[in-house]
């Protein structure tokens, strides 16, 4: 297939919060910022039902909403949004140098700067009552959805920093929370093994698995199986937890970026700058702590701070275009 070039300033991808921040920014600076949406436009958050802490809505608002207003905003200031997925990269190493990037594997961004917010997918179990579920009471997010179940009882699995993160926030706000771990150990950190251990109001379980999420329309209880003895028991619950770990959206950039040997891409001190000049990163693709649309809006805006005074500094009168 003939390939067709195209040169643009800032190349956006991804379109979560951290893009299109990143995008609000950048249009403002006047860098006529491209974004490519990825394969879930409008990323994680439309996957949610109500937002209620970002700041700015007191009544809460619509995951999917936000996005679509978000998209507007960034959409107003000259931001070309399109639907498209980056499926190969070649990052220059040279300062002002030019990136190559290809969108569904046929068409070709050259770009003077690139700003990466591809996000990262949280991990599911993909049992079918899991997946059934999903949005009726199964979430991977407790910092967001916990507040629904409040007084309630509710079940979390993992055993990781996540998992027991998670956990102790549910304890605060959940009557119970049951807390399923597939070893005989948790992998969290001790601090965290220790908080979790001191709440009375969460119940462990260890060398314990799903066997399935009870309910049709919602979640109405939990079937466990303890993987050591075959026996099965069941609670009810309203709300399922998935904290396994996510993935990083970065496998396309893998020889090209450093990354942890998690795959999130570092950033360098208190920046988004990656070890290439000019291709910088925000959201949840370089961060696996906070991962809050709120912080990776704060990143995004980062990104374009950093990306314009990046091209200011390599910018030389035939240059600019
Ligand atoms: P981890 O990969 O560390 O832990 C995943 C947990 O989920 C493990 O206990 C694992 O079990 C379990 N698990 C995986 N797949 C399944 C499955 N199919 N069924 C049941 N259990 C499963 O992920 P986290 O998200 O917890 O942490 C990622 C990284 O982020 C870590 O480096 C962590 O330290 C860091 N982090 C740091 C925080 C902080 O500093 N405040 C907060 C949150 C995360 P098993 O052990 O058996 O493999």
């Known amino acids: 297939m003939a390939e067709q070039i195209e040169r643009v300033k800032t190349l956006i991808l991804g379109s979560g919060p951290a893009g299109y921040t990143a995008a609000i920014y950048a249009a403002r600076a006047d860098l006529k910022p491209v974004m490519y949406t990825g394969m879930e436009p409008g990323g994680q958050l439309t996957t949610t039902t109500e937002v209620e802490n970002f700041p700015g809505y007191p009544e809460g608002i619509d995951g999917p909403t936000m996005m679509v207003q978000l998209q507007q905003q960034a959409e107003r200031f000259g931001t070309e949004v399109r639907l498209g997925m980056a499926t190969a990269v070649e990052f220059s190493d ?51 959805d916990g507040f629904f179940y409040k007084g309630q009882d509710v079940a979390i699995v993992g055993g990781g920093d996540t998992a027991a993160e998670e956990a102790s926030y549910l304890a605060n706000i959940c009557n119970k929370v049951t807390m399923l771990v597939r070893k005989d150990q948790m992998r969290a950190s001790k601090a965290m093994q220790h908080r979790v251990m001191n709440l009375p109001n969460i119940d462990i379980r260890f060398n314990t698995e799903v066997d399935e999420i009870l309910g049709d329309q919602v979640v109405e209880g939990l079937r466990m199986v303890n993987n050591q003895t075959g026996e099965k028991e069941e609670i009810p619950i309203t709300g399922f937890f998935v904290a396994i770990g996510h993935k990083p959206n970065t496998d396309i950039f893998r020889g090209q970026l450093d990354m942890d040997d998690t795959g999130y891409l570092i950033t360098q001190g208190k920046t988004t700058k990656t070890n290439k000049p000019g291709v910088f990163a925000s959201g949840d693709v370089q961060d696996k702590v906070y991962r809050q649309a709120v912080t990776a809006a704060g990143t995004g805006c980062m990104a374009a701070l950093d990306a314009e005074r990046y091209l200011a500094t390599v910018e030389t009168p035939e240059t600019v275009s």
Not at 129 to 144: F, I, K
């Open 94 to 144: 040279q300062p002002g140098g030019i990136h190559r990037v290809t969108i569904d594997n046929n068409k070709v961004i050259e770009a003077r700067t690139v700003i990466i917010s591809t996000g990262a997918s949280a991990k599911y179990l993909n049992i079918p009552s899991e997946q059934r579920l999903r949005g009726g009471g199964v979430s991977a997010c407790a910092v967001c």
